[in-house]
Nanobody
Framework: QVQLVESGGGLVQAGGSLRLSCAAS????????MGWYRQAPGKQRELVAH???????NYTESVKGRFTISRDNAKNTVYLQMNSLKPEDTAVYYC??????????????WGQGTQVTVSS
């Protein structure tokens, strides 16, 4: 069993900041890539930021320079620091983790989602 627990969402005014966290726990052998996705009402889920096991990152164009993804491998946790938030960043944010379980099975896991609302 693997669990992902997200935290850090909320309501913030435009220009403000939030930090999302996603902690993985359970029968984990190793974690490969970690990422954050978001889904706004009426829209498809989109990749926001991605970080490999080696620390390489990539971002969707609309958040470059404002969002920073990082990970703490000792804590099996991925973070998303969101600065200069805009109303168009409003969405449910989901973490995604690619990992190998202790039974050497590799799979993707999703967090439960956390709401981020940016008011104008």
């Amino acid at each position: 069993q693997v669990q992902l627990v997200e935290s850090g969402g909320g309501l913030v005014q435009a220009g403000g900041s939030l930090r999302l966290s996603c902690a993985a726990s359970g029968s984990i052998f190793s974690i490969d890539a970690m990422g954050w996705y978001r889904q706004a009402p009426g829209k498809q889920r989109e990749l926001v930021a991605h970080i490999t096991s080696g620390g390489s990152t990539n971002y969707t164009e609309s958040v470059k320079g404002r969002f920073t993804i990082s990970r703490d491998n000792a804590k099996n946790t991925v973070y998303l620091q969101m600065n200069s938030l805009k109303p168009e960043d409003t969405a449910v944010y989901y973490c995604n983790v690619e990992l190998t379980s202790i039974w050497y099975l590799s799979a993707d896991y999703w967090g439960q989602g956390t709401q981020v609302t940016v008011s104008s």
